[in-house]
């Protein structure tokens, strides 16, 4: 009861002295809605964050949409919604289809990995490995999907995995023979619902976030970092996978290479609610708040949160500055 008493205290303090930073700058206390499209693997943590920042701030109200991050992109870059802040589970998607139009900057915030999951139903559950895992979904009992590459980065990183696990089991058509026993219809929209038919025993195993596995008491497969996208030290092995997505525009596409899965967080340049939505912002980059959060939920964050310049800290709004670090 103390510490939790004391935690109150930190939050409503840190409350307190983001409205006295407003206050310096002669801006009003922010009110009103804040619309936030992010990944769909973000939101747990966002559930949990939303629910401890508009009891700091009760004037305030967070309105979350999830999506695949390409989803959420081409929502502001194509349909032109209205949107305050954007997440992405892949950073890049901030640079490669809202910069410079629509944003400004891309704060890293957070890290994951892919990993296998099943349940305890799952066919050959007690057989699946770290070694065999490739060999099981192959199988033609077997059904397992991941998701849309065109709309989630975890659904392009999945085939990243199978691309990276040809090369390091040695096996030679691991790719096309593993993907030979997907049909079509076990491709989703974004990773979080798989998650269901995992749960429901319509599919034995999918490709998620770690984060998300645990988030949800998945059964999993942890993969080696050679493959896994969890390790960026690895980046320049991870880059020898390479999938190809629709682009910025209908009929064009681009080619992704594979990089360690970091998520990107930005604030847009015609955001509705600037004032409310940076608040927001630094309770998301708090140590003692949406990182924490992040972290209690199996996804390590970075803290500080990462800008890859100078130029670009200096076009970052006061108030987040001091939460961010200079960093590639």
Request: proline share 5%; hydrophobic share 40%; aromatic share 8%.
């Amino acid at each position: 009861m103390k510490s939790e008493r004391f935690c109150k205290l930190v939050l409503c303090a840190a409350a307190g002295i983001l409205c006295l930073a407003f206050a310096a700058q002669g801006i009003a206390a922010p009110k009103g809605k804040v619309v936030i499209f992010h990944a769909g693997s973000l939101s747990v943590p966002f559930e949990a964050m939303e629910k401890a920042f508009e009891a700091q701030h009760p004037d305030i109200d967070i309105q979350r949409e999830a999506a695949g991050s390409q989803k959420c992109a081409r929502k502001i870059s194509d349909l032109k919604k209205p949107c305050d802040i954007m997440a992405s589970a892949d950073y890049k998607v901030i640079d490669k289809l809202l910069t410079p139009a629509y944003a400004n900057w891309n704060i890293r915030f957070a890290t994951n990995q892919l990993v296998l999951c099943y349940t305890a139903d799952s066919r050959y559950a007690d057989r699946v490995t770290a070694e065999n895992w490739y060999e099981i979904l192959q199988k033609k009992d077997v059904v397992w999907g991941h998701s849309d590459p065109n709309l989630d980065p975890c659904g392009y990183r999945s085939l990243m995995v199978l691309q990276l696990a040809e090369k390091y089991y040695t096996t030679p058509g691991l790719y096309s023979a593993v993907l030979a026993n997907r049909p079509e219809e076990n491709i989703r929209p974004k990773s979080v619902e798989l998650v269901s038919l995992l749960q429901t025993g319509n599919m034995d195993y999918a490709w998620e976030y770690r984060s998300v596995a645990v988030q949800h008491d998945l059964q999993y497969i942890s993969l080696p970092d050679e493959i896994n996208l969890g390790n960026y030290r690895c980046d320049d092995l991870y880059a020898g996978a390479v999938v190809r997505v629709t682009g910025k525009k209908p009929g064009t596409f681009m080619d992704i290479k594979g990089k360690s899965c970091t998520y990107g967080v930005t604030l847009l340049k015609n955001a509705p609610n600037r004032h409310a939505a940076l608040a927001f912002l630094a309770y998301l980059l708090d140590s003692e708040g949406g990182l924490k959060i992040l972290e209690d939920m199996g996804q390590p964050p970075f803290i500080p949160g990462r800008v890859p310049t100078a130029e670009m800290m200096a076009t970052l709004p006061a108030v987040l500055q001091s939460k961010v670090e200079i960093r590639d």
